[in-house]
């Protein structure tokens, strides 16, 4: 079986109201090439007429996010012209490329009525090469992502591939995701490549992997020994499981910009500022 480096607890970091915790980057864990990052937003319950996410007009270049909504809803805007609401159950695609500006709030509706949210950001990398290719953006709702079942539980698969069955998105970088449900008591093998890095994070729950236990809000990171995963739910639970080759590039990171060099992030703030991302009207 695959071994285990470490098994990390995600950090508490609370954005105004919005119940936050952050497994990577940690003083523990920097980065998972080419996973970069990871906000948790919730469990939580909103009230009647509140404000909704604080995510408004920010630019990216050079990586993508990858939004999973598990409660409530993200109203997303960008400067590439795309809209949309997505709900419980959906994800978002986004590749920021060469550069986008784009908003993530709460629709008009939930703010009026409040209720359950729980959302999960990741940042993937870009390779060099892709880095300034062109924006791209895609929400899907629960209803269009392949569901993959197994005994006692099942899987969206959102990118990639999971057990034979091909992913909602198939991006070019080959990063495998998708949204893990175990009934307690299941039992999943898995087989992944061993140069591929794994992406692994017990959203709610208890899990046991390689024999070793992963409780919820914690991120296992895994040497590359073996293809081998044995994972049993001790509890009902979701795992946000990917997999992907790592880059093996310099990664500089900086605010909202993931570059390959320092220079390339000074452009980035340059080209922003001077309107190279697109406008945004309100």
Do not use: C
Request: charged share 20%; net charge negative.
């Amino acid at each position: 079986m695959r071994s285990i480096r470490k098994v990390v607890k995600a950090e508490y970091r609370p954005i105004g109201d919005l119940v936050t915790y952050s497994p990577m980057p940690t003083g523990s864990i920097d980065m998972i090439d080419p996973f970069i990052f990871l906000n948790h937003h919730g469990p939580q319950t909103y009230k009647p007429n509140n404000n909704g996410l604080p995510f408004g007009p920010h630019p990216h270049r050079g990586m993508e996010t990858v939004t999973f909504i598990l409660d409530g809803d993200i109203s997303h805007k960008d400067s590439g012209g795309n809209e949309s609401i997505i709900g419980a159950g959906g994800v978002q695609w986004m590749t920021a490329g060469s550069g986008l500006i784009h908003a993530e709030v709460s629709s008009e509706k939930f703010k009026e009525q409040g209720g359950k949210l729980e959302i999960l950001q990741l940042w993937v990398n870009l390779p060099a090469r892709l880095k300034m290719t062109e924006p791209w953006y895609k929400g899907l709702q629960k209803n269009e992502i392949p569901i993959r079942e197994f005994d006692g539980g099942y899987a969206q698969v959102v990118s990639g591939e999971f057990l034979d069955t091909k992913g909602a998105f198939q991006p070019e970088t080959g990063i495998n995701l998708a949204t893990i449900f175990l009934e307690k008591g299941a039992k999943l093998q898995l087989q992944v490549p061993e140069p591929n890095n794994i992406f692994f994070y017990v959203i709610k729950g208890e899990l046991l992997v390689n024999g070793k236990q992963a409780m919820e809000l914690h991120l296992v990171d895994f040497g590359n020994d073996s293809a081998e995963l044995q994972i049993e739910a001790i509890e009902d639970s979701t795992l946000l499981f990917g997999h992907a080759k790592p880059f093996d590039e310099p990664v500089v990171a900086r605010g909202p910009f993931v570059m390959n060099t320092l220079e390339e992030i000074n452009q980035a703030y340059m080209d922003y500022q001077s309107g190279k991302f697109g406008t945004w009207n309100d």
